[in-house]
Nanobody
């Protein structure tokens, strides 16, 4: 089991930057792929960014390329999502996800491939 806890969400203004954190505990050594998803009100949960934990390969949804950056801290088991130039359409609950499978595109984009999820952190962007 891998336990995930997101933090860093809040109310921001358009144009601001924000960093979300995902703290992992439990069988963290078993995870091979991690990702961030988001779910806006009335919409499906969608992939925004993912990475392979050991190799550091990064994947992004086309809608967020250039503004979102996924990375890990080599000194701990945390994963981060840096969001620049925030827009009102970034408003959503952001979820951290982990898998013991090693994925590349397109499999890393699918929420069905992630058995471990955090509770989510709300991000609201005002215009």
């Amino acid at each position: 089991q891998v336990k995930l806890i997101e933090s860093g969400g809040g109310l921001v203004q358009a144009g601001d930057s924000l960093r979300l954190s995902c703290a992992a505990s439990g069988r963290t050594f078993s995870r091979k792929s991690m990702a961030w998803f988001r779910q806006a009100p009335g919409k499906e949960r969608e992939f925004v960014a993912g990475m392979t934990w050991s190799g550091g390969n990064e994947y992004y949804a086309n809608s967020v390329k250039g503004r979102f950056a996924i990375f890990r801290d080599p000194n701990d088991d945390n994963m981060y999502l840096e969001i620049d130039n925030m827009k009102p359409e970034d408003t959503a609950v952001y979820y951290c996800a982990a898998s013991e499978g090693l994925y590349s595109a397109p499999y890393i984009y699918s929420r069905d491939n992630y058995p471990y999820w955090g509770q989510g952190t709300q991000v609201t962007v005002s215009s």
